[in-house]
């Protein structure tokens, strides 16, 4: 399993990165590679297409309604919808509308974004589930499974369990934070986990009386602790924080490994 990072500025598009968009692939026993995203805020369709083909997804995890983790999805439905030279091999592979999952409201809220009219449906291309904790979405060898979080919206993080990339026969796990607040279900993500990727929006000192929002490096750091991480990988940071500040954050109160996402980085698990 391999996860690429497309965007990964945090609460809106930076001037060198896209809002938040990750991409993880993994290869089936037949050695077909299976695509799901996850998330695609403002900006991030564009790099995507340097990595892979919009076509080529498998399924979509959107894992809260705001911007910065949504908005290109309309940009997709153009994409998949009007594109003249699409290619139908890999939309027969996956049967069907691309799967997008998410929290309740998923549906209106992407058609309101995009401007349907009464009538209207996107489920020609974009066939919407609602994210349900008891029950995990299997997407070729990958498991994804919802872990609802705490912002101000309804939202969840994701862990996915796939094979490894580097011995096929053993199962790995990555964690996806979403946007959160430290929280029980922040926790139950990182238990144990190969990796960790998780948000460090806010500052310790400046950002101390608001909360249920967003973690600081130091908060995400002490989840990868608690849960004994494997590898700690930080995102969502907004441009206007100091360089580094999260990671010096993070590395007070978690010896393991630690790095700051950046488009197009591989992290290979």
Known sequence: MRLTVIGCAGSFPGPASAASSYLLQSEDAEGRTWNVLLDLGNGALGPLQRVLDPSELDALGLSHLHADHVADVSALYVYLKYRPDR????????????????????????????????????????????????????????????????????????????????????????????????????????????????????????????????????????AAARGRVGRLVLTHIPAWNAPGVGLAEARGVYEGPIELAAPGVVVVI
């Open 87 to 222: 290619p139908a091999a890999h939309e027969r592979q996956r049967r069907g509308p691309l799967a997008v999952h998410g929290p309740f409201g998923t549906a209106s809220r992407l058609g309101a974004a995009y401007g349907l009219t009464a009538g209207e449906s996107m489920s020609d291309h974009l066939a919407v589930h609602v994210w349900r904790p008891d029950r995990p979405v299997r997407v070729g060898p990958m498991t994804l499974i919802p872990v609802a979080v705490e912002h101000p919206v309804p939202a969840y993080g994701v862990r996915v369990e796939g094979p490894s990339d580097h011995d096929p026969a053993r199962t790995v796990t990555l964690a996806y934070s979403g946007d959160t607040d430290a929280c029980a279900g922040l926790d139950e993500l990182a238990d144990g986990v190969d990796v960790l990727l998780a948000e460090a929006s806010f500052v310790e000192g400046r950002d101390d009386g608001v909360d249920g929002i967003h973690l600081t490096g130091r908060r995400a750091g002490e």
